[in-house]
């Protein structure tokens, strides 16, 4: 079965920029979705296409997807982003999750 | 606004079936280019894809679960529902229904979450 690999965590210093990324077999000719989950909440789309943003999602949230991997960067990073982060995608007309990524903001 | 909300028991015995309704209000469920899909989260760890089915009546299940797993729709009630047969304690999580873009392949309206139990 096909698998997303994350990074357990990441840290981030406010203002600073984050980077979380997810590898998969040929990811790159996949399209990549990110989610956003805090505590106790449901997750948010922050992501779709690679590197859409839904509306409502600050720009400072940005995308890209080539090769085996998938990068979620945030830019200016502020203690409100302090989640876990999910990517996903679609592997024939299955659903598959990354296992997550905890970025903490120092 | 689209709005999704899940109900049924919060607690099931092993080996007893698992039942769940979202309710989809702010849209209807029959609206072009959505599907619909559960996800789960057990306690502590990641969100796992359940299975999604489409307006055309397509469904598409995790291999993992599609032995004694049925999603299916009540247009009438503008509801989906999940029916996962044989539940043992690993199927204890945060249930999550969900609408899916068809073209943007993405999950955009999540329903709050249920929490359901295994246990005897």
């Known amino acids: 079965s096909y698998e997303l690999t994350q990074p357990p965590s990441v840290s981030v210093s406010p203002g600073q920029t984050a980077s979380i990324t997810c590898s998969g077999d040929t990811l790159g000719h996949k399209y990549v979705c990110w989610y956003q989950q805090k505590p106790g909440q449901s997750p948010v789309l922050v992501i779709y296409h690679d590197r859409k943003r839904p509306s409502g999602i600050p720009e400072r949230f940005s995308g890209s997807n080539s090769g085996n991997t998938a990068t979620l960067t945030i830019s200016g990073t502020q203690a409100i982003d302090e989640a876990d982060y999910y990517c996903?995608?679609?592997?024939?007309?299955?659903?598959?999750f990354g296992g997550g990524t905890k970025l903490t903001v120092l | 606004q689209v709005q999704l909300q899940e109900s049924g028991p919060g607690l099931v015995k092993p080996p007893q079936t698992l039942s769940l309704t979202c309710t989809v209000s702010g849209g209807s469920i029959n609206s072009d280019n959505h599907y619909w899909s559960w996800i789960r989260q057990p306690p502590g760890k990641g969100l796992e894809w359940i299975g999604s089915?489409?307006?055309?009546?397509?469904?598409y299940y995790s291999p993992s679960l599609k032995s004694r797993l049925t999603i299916s729709v009540d247009t009438s009630k503008n509801q989906f529902s999940l029916k996962l047969s044989s539940v043992t304690v690993a199927d204890t999580a945060v249930y999550y229904c969900a609408r899916g873009g068809e073209v943007e392949q993405n999950f955009d309206y999540w329903g709050q979450g249920t929490q359901v139990t295994v246990s005897s």
């Open positions: 089915i489409y307006n055309s009546g397509s469904t």
């Open positions: 996903q995608a679609w592997d024939s007309s299955t659903g598959v």
